[in-house]
């Protein structure tokens, strides 16, 4: 079974940074894209970052030019650098990746983080 663990995360003054990052495990045969969606409450789900196997990036507006998604392929890994933080940017963030295993290619979401910016 395929499994993506998160780091990082808490709580962080406005115009601080912060740094998460998310490690896939498990019977994997490659990873397509891998990146980071967020959710506020009584909001719906929206892009933060994600990058794919070959280094394209996509960015979600509101975090566009603070924010910076990184990759580690050898290690499964994916590296979001959050600066410039703004209390808008509070929500739960959840890893995601597009994964082909052993019975064919999924979506999988890690468990969550909370990040609250907040003075």
């Known amino acids: 079974q395929v499994q993506l663990v998160e780091s990082g995360g808490g709580l962080v003054q406005p115009g601080g940074s912060l740094s998460l990052s998310c490690v896939a495990s498990?019977?994997?045969?490659?990873?397509?894209?891998m990146g980071w969606y967020r959710q506020a409450p009584g909001k719906e789900r929206e892009l933060v970052a994600i990058?794919?196997?070959?280094?394209?990036?996509n960015y979600g507006d509101y975090v566009k030019g603070r924010f910076t998604i990184s990759r580690d392929n050898a290690k499964n890994t994916a590296y979001l650098q959050m600066n410039s933080l703004k209390p808008e940017d509070t929500a739960v963030y959840y890893c995601n990746a597009i994964i082909l295993a052993t019975f064919g290619q999924r979506n999988y979401w890690g468990q969550g983080t909370q990040v609250t910016v907040s003075s």
């Open positions: 498990g019977s994997i045969f490659s990873i397509n894209t």
């Open positions: 990058m794919s196997s070959s280094g394209t990036t």
